[in-house]
């Protein structure tokens, strides 16, 4: 079982910054890839980006290539998720999901999920 718990989300201006925080704990989570999804308002839950279990493979969603960056401290059992250049859709609830080693874009392969922080871009 591996706990996960968000954190660092909030309201930030179009053009400004934010560094999500997901927070792991139960098995030993430098065996585990990585994901970060969003879900706006109306829409479907999309895929953002994810990290395989070493972060030395990483993923991005095209919406968002260029502007965020995903990181892990497996020392710290974190994920990160640093926001850069924010736009106002990517307005949304934010989870980090945790998987066995290898990363994907397929949400319905993450066994672990978190319950979210709010990040809303105000423009």
């Known amino acids: 079982q591996v706990e996960l718990v968000e954190s660092g989300g909030g309201l930030v201006q179009a053009g400004g910054s934010l560094r999500l925080s997901c927070a792991a704990s139960g098995r030993i989570f430098s065996l585990y890839a990585t994901g970060w999804f969003r879900q706006a308002p109306g829409k479907e839950r999309e895929f953002v980006a994810s990290s395989n279990w070493s972060g030395t493979n990483t993923y991005y969603a095209d919406s968002v290539k260029g502007r965020f960056t995903i990181s892990r401290d497996n020392a710290k059992n974190t994920v990160y998720l640093q926001m850069n250049s924010v736009k106002p859709e990517d307005t949304a609830l934010y989870y980090c999901?945790?998987?066995?080693?290898?990363?994907?874009?397929?949400?319905?392969?993450?066994?672990?999920w978190g319950q979210g922080t709010q990040v809303t871009v105000s423009s």
């Open positions: 999901a945790a998987r066995p080693y290898i990363a994907t874009m397929d949400q319905g392969s993450y066994d672990y």
